[in-house]
């Protein structure tokens, strides 16, 4: 029975020893464990900075979705310098969101051919059938109030020249009171584009009401896409 404890004991030492390697050929005592080890060969020894920069991983930027808000814009034309630099004004303090690109449209200044104004209706009548008898062929009797009242116009042109030469064909035709002169024209204006958000449309149409009430703006034509 002593003889059968004893065996048993030294076969669990021998095992023992046999797993921990005792009875392997290799140096190495660790051999056995290495080999045990499942995919050896992927495992990496790193430095200990680059284990922390590994576990810090970098966010992902959020893109935030970018709020686009519509846009309107209204036409004005055919404003004074003098109204167009106040709208420009009144949008810079009330409306900063809006913005106004101002055009220049240049005045034109006409010419006119004509002869002074008579002090009367009668006098002005008399010079008419007077040219009748010159056969001049285009006459006018201007009838308004001012200093051009009861004068005779026998031309209006756009330059200086055309209407020196008007001049020269009725001194022809033995008309030697004509003149020439400039006659009102178109004065210089300014067109205002304004561009905003359309979510204060309102209160855009109310300041230019209270400035330009007699204006009516329009909106503003497409500008053409560039040909590729």
């Given at each position: 029975m002593r003889a059968i404890v004893f065996l048993l004991i030294l076969a669990n030492l021998m095992f023992l020893a046999w797993t921990q390697g005792y009875f392997d050929s290799a140096s190495n005592p660790d051999a056995l464990?290495?080999?045990?080890?499942?995919?050896?060969?992927?495992?990496?020894?790193?430095?200990?900075?680059?284990?922390?920069?590994a576990a810090i991983k970098p966010e992902k930027p959020v893109k935030l979705a970018e709020k686009r808000?519509?846009?309107m814009c209204l036409q004005l034309n055919e404003l004074s310098i003098a109204d167009a630099e106040r709208v420009e004004s009144r949008l810079a303090e009330k409306l900063p969101a809006f913005k106004a690109q101002r055009t220049v449209v240049?005045?034109?200044?006409?010419?006119?051919?004509?002869?002074?104004?008579?002090?009367?209706?009668?006098?002005?009548?008399?010079?008419?059938?007077?040219?009748?008898?010159?056969?001049?062929p285009e006459y006018f009797l201007v009838?308004?109030?001012g200093p051009k009242n009861w004068a005779i116009?026998?031309?209006?042109?756009?330059s200086k020249e055309a209407a020196a030469a008007r001049l020269e064909a009725l001194r022809g035709m033995g008309v030697k009171s004509a003149r020439v002169g400039e006659r009102e024209g178109k004065p210089t204006?300014?067109?205002?584009?304004?561009?905003?958000p359309?979510?204060?449309?309102?209160?855009?149409?109310?300041i230019l009401a209270e400035i330009l009430p007699e204006s009516k703006s329009t909106a503003c034509q497409a500008?053409?896409?560039?040909?590729?």
């Amino acid at each position: 029975m002593r003889a059968i404890v004893f065996l048993l004991i030294l076969a669990n030492l021998m095992f023992l020893a046999w797993t921990q390697g005792y009875f392997d050929s290799a140096s190495n005592p660790d051999a056995l464990r290495v080999q045990q080890q499942l995919l050896a060969d992927r495992i990496r020894i790193v430095a200990r900075d680059e284990a922390q920069a590994a576990a810090i991983k970098p966010e992902k930027p959020v893109k935030l979705a970018e709020k686009r808000t519509s846009e309107m814009c209204l036409q004005l034309n055919e404003l004074s310098i003098a109204d167009a630099e106040r709208v420009e004004s009144r949008l810079a303090e009330k409306l900063p969101a809006f913005k106004a690109q101002r055009t220049v449209v240049e005045g034109r200044v006409n010419y006119w051919v004509f002869i002074p104004p008579f002090s009367s209706r009668r006098e002005a009548e008399n010079k008419i059938a007077e040219l009748k008898r010159l056969r001049v062929p285009e006459y006018f009797l201007v009838q308004e109030n001012g200093p051009k009242n009861w004068a005779i116009s026998l031309g209006l042109f756009s330059s200086k020249e055309a209407a020196a030469a008007r001049l020269e064909a009725l001194r022809g035709m033995g008309v030697k009171s004509a003149r020439v002169g400039e006659r009102e024209g178109k004065p210089t204006s300014a067109a205002l584009a304004i561009s905003g958000p359309d979510t204060q449309a309102e209160s855009l149409r109310q300041i230019l009401a209270e400035i330009l009430p007699e204006s009516k703006s329009t909106a503003c034509q497409a500008q053409p896409s560039p040909s590729t």
